[in-house]
C-alpha cells in the first residue's frame, strides 16, 4: 500500500523562518506550502467578506478568528494539490485550530506526520521582521541589513524592480504577534508532543543549515 502524503506543520513565531523553510520544502520534496497567513492576505486584497473581517486585525497583529482561518483553509484543503503531501505554514494557531485540523484529517484517514518547533530568540525576531520585504514578482525574500539584492532595486532570482512590505512587519505589531504567538500558538508544542510527532529545530543559525535539518526531519518520517 502506498504511503500517505505527510501532513507536516512548523511552528514558530514571526521571522522564524517558516515561509522561508515551506517553500524549501516545497521545493526539495515537492510538498505543497499551505499558508493562512496568504491565504488571509489574499482575501484581504480580493475584497472578500472574510478578508474584510481579518483585514484590521491582522493589522494590529492579532489572530483571525478560528472561524474565518478555518472556513479558509477547508477551502484550500480541498484543491486537488494538496495530495501530494503538505506543510502547514502559520496553523494551527490555537488550540481549536488544532483541534480541528485533528478531525478533519481522521475524516481523511490521516493524521499530523510531524510539527516542528523553529526555536528562536524573540529579540531577534523583532530585528529580522521589521527590515524584511519581497520581490513583487517572484517573492523572494530580502532584508534592509541582513540580504539586499546584488544590484539595487532589481531582485536576484526575477530581475523583477516592484518590491513590497507587509502592513504587519513593524517593530510595534511584531510585537504584539509574539505576544499571540506565546499566549495562543506555544501551547500547541505540547498538544504535538503528546501525539509523539514533535520535532524542536534550533532556527537562529543559517537559512541552509535549518534547510537541511528539516531535510533529514522529512526523509525520515515519510519513509
Ligand atoms: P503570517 O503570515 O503567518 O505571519 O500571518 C499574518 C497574520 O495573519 C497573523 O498575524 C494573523 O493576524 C493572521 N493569521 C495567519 N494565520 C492565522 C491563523 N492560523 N489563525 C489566526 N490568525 C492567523
Do not use: W
Request: hydrophobic content about 45%.
Amino acid at each position: 500500500m502506498a504511503a500517505k502524503p505527510p501532513v507536516l506543520i512548523l511552528l514558530g513565531p514571526p521571522g522564524a523562518g517558516k515561509g522561508t523553510q515551506a517553500r524549501m520544502l516545497e521545493e526539495d520534496f515537492g510538498l505543497v506550502q499551505l499558508s493562512t497567513g496568504d491565504l488571509l492576505r489574499a482575501a484581504v486584497s480580493a475584497g472578500t467578506e472574510a478578508g474584510k473581517a481579518a483585514k484590521a486585525v491582522m493589522e494590529a497583529g492579532q489572530l483571525v478568528s478560528d472561524d474565518i482561518v478555518l472556513a479558509i483553509l477547508r477551502d484550500r484543503m480541498a484543491q486537488p494539490d494538496v495530495a501530494k503531501g503538505i506543510i502547514l505554514d502559520g496553523f494551527p494557531r490555537t488550540a481549536g485550530q488544532a483541534a480541528a485540523l485533528d478531525a478533519l484529517l481522521a475524516k481523511a484517514g490521516q493524521r499530523v506526520t510531524a510539527a516542528v518547533s523553529l526555536e528562536v530568540d524573540d529579540e531577534a525576531m523583532i530585528a529580522r521582521v521589521s527590515g524584511r520585504y519581497t520581490c513583487g514578482g517572484c517573492g523572494e525574500g530580502y532584508h534592509d541589513e541582513f540580504k539586499q539584492p546584488a544590484k539595487a532595486g532589481v531582485c536576484d532570482k526575477c530581475g523583477g524592480t516592484g518590491f513590497k512590505r507587509r502592513a504587519d512587519d513593524n517593530a510595534e505589531t511584531v510585537r504584539e504577534r509574539l505576544q499571540a504567538y506565546h499566549a495562543q500558538t506555544a501551547p500547541l508544542i505540547t498538544h504535538y508532543e503528546c501525539q509523539s510527532v514533535l520535532e524542536r529545530v534550533p532556527a537562529m543559525g543559517s537559512i541552509a543549515g535549518v534547510r537541511s535539518m528539516l531535510a533529514g526531519i522529512v526523509g525520515r518520517v515519510s519513509a
